[in-house]
């Protein structure tokens, strides 16, 4: 099993930043891949970036790119994701997620074995 905690979520101005860190522990070396999805109420859940535990393999999300960044630190068993020139729309619960799998769609969420519990970002206008 690997277990997923996510943090750093809160409120901020338009325009603003935050960094979310997702810790991962328990059997890590099962998984291969980690990735951000959200969700905003009465919304699906929305794929935002993954990478691999190397950091040489990422993928951004329509919403994501140019502004939001995925990076690893396979020290500490961590994942990141900045965001930066942040939006109203980028409001939602993000989600952490980790997947065992070397192949397949990186971008649905069915692909994806262990899932955090979220952390809220709320963007104001």
């Known amino acids: 099993q690997v277990q997923l905690v996510e943090s750093g979520g809160g409120l901020v101005q338009a325009g603003g930043s935050l960094r979310l860190s997702c810790a991962a522990s328990?059997?890590?070396?099962?998984?291969?891949?980690l990735a951000w999805f959200r969700q905003a109420p009465g919304k699906a859940r929305d794929f935002v970036a993954t990478?691999?535990?190397?950091?040489?393999?990422?993928y951004y999300g329509h919403a994501a790119k140019d502004r939001f960044t995925i990076s690893t630190d396979k020290s500490k068993n961590t994942v990141y994701l900045q965001m930066n020139s942040l939006k109203p729309e980028d409001t939602a619960v993000y989600y952490c997620?980790?997947?065992?799998?070397?192949?397949?769609?990186?971008?649905?969420?069915?692909?994806?074995?262990?899932w955090g519990q979220g952390t809220q970002v709320t963007v104001s206008s």
């Open positions: 997620a980790a997947s065992r799998r070397y192949s397949g769609t990186y971008f649905y969420p069915g692909n994806y074995d262990y």
């Open positions: 328990g059997r890590t070396s099962t998984t291969n891949r």
């Open positions: 990478i691999s535990w190397s950091g040489n393999s990422t």
